[in-house]
């Protein structure tokens, strides 16, 4: 199994751009799918939306407007940018492999995004 | 989309089997074989349990095992264990390339 891990500023201000970076080793990101899934405190997970090695996406049409993924091959790793964020984006982000549909096989330990002034 | 329905919590003595069910519609749970089941410890990463509403991933016990009927898909743990204690989450695929996850399931072990 691959290992990632997240990284990215802990603190993001409102209606700025929360920006993270999953990094992969054990394996290439030039296969299979690589998915961002969030976890408000203390409530369940949701779904952000996922980038394909071919550098396809898709997300979850609640955040799609404000959403963008990119892959970076040489450095093994792939981001998340999110626009515009409110205090309904604190979150703990995962990141997390997708090797068929719907399993998330490997993920992050988490990184908590607080949004706040 | 909205989270796929579970209930929010199930207990069980050790030793008892348990189910989650994960409900949803034709347009998720119903109309793909793709239901899978996550399991999260406090303060840990969701660990993957279930493919594929029935498959189990190497290392995964056989005490863990997945079903569906019609929009329902579930989870049933046998032989309830200490470590069982946590949250289950179920997900479907949702349609044009997109998932929706389940509510989440918390476990007790009485």
């Known amino acids: 199994q691959v290992r990632l891990q997240e990284s990215g500023p802990g603190l993001v201000k409102p209606s700025e751009t929360l920006s993270l970076t999953c990094s992969v080793s054990?394996?290439?990101?030039?296969?299979?799918?690589w998915s961002w899934i969030r976890q408000p405190p203390g409530k369940g997970l949701e779904w952000i939306g996922f980038?394909?090695?071919?550098?396809?996406?898709s997300y979850n049409p609640s955040l799609k407007s404000r959403v963008t993924f990119s892959l970076d091959t040489s450095k093994n790793q792939f981001s998340l940018k999110l626009n515009s964020v409110t205090a309904a984006d604190t979150a703990v982000y995962f990141c997390?492999?997708?090797?068929?549909?719907?399993?998330?096989?490997?993920w992050g330990q988490g990184a908590l995004v607080t949004v706040s002034s | 989309q909205s989270g796929l329905t579970q209930p929010p919590s199930v207990s069980g003595s050790p030793g008892q089997s348990v189910t989650i069910s994960c409900t949803g519609t034709?347009?998720?749970?119903?109309?793909?074989?793709?239901v899978s089941w996550y399991q999260q410890h406090p303060g840990k990463a969701p660990k993957f349990i279930i493919s594929?509403?029935?498959k189990r991933p190497s290392g995964v016990p056989d005490r863990f095992s997945g079903s569906k009927s019609g929009n329902t898909a579930s989870l049933t743990i046998s032989g309830l264990q200490a470590d069982d204690e946590a949250d289950y989450y179920c997900?479907?695929?949702?349609?044009?390339?997109?998932?929706?996850f389940g509510t989440g399931t918390k476990v007790t072990v009485l």
């Open positions: 594929d509403v029935s």
């Open positions: 997390a492999s997708e090797h068929s549909w719907g399993q998330f096989d490997s």
């Open positions: 034709s347009r998720d749970v119903g109309g793909y074989n793709y």
């Open positions: 997900c479907s695929p949702a349609g044009s390339n997109t998932y929706v």
């Open positions: 054990g394996g290439s990101i030039s296969s299979f799918y």
């Open positions: 980038v394909h090695h071919s550098g396809s996406t």
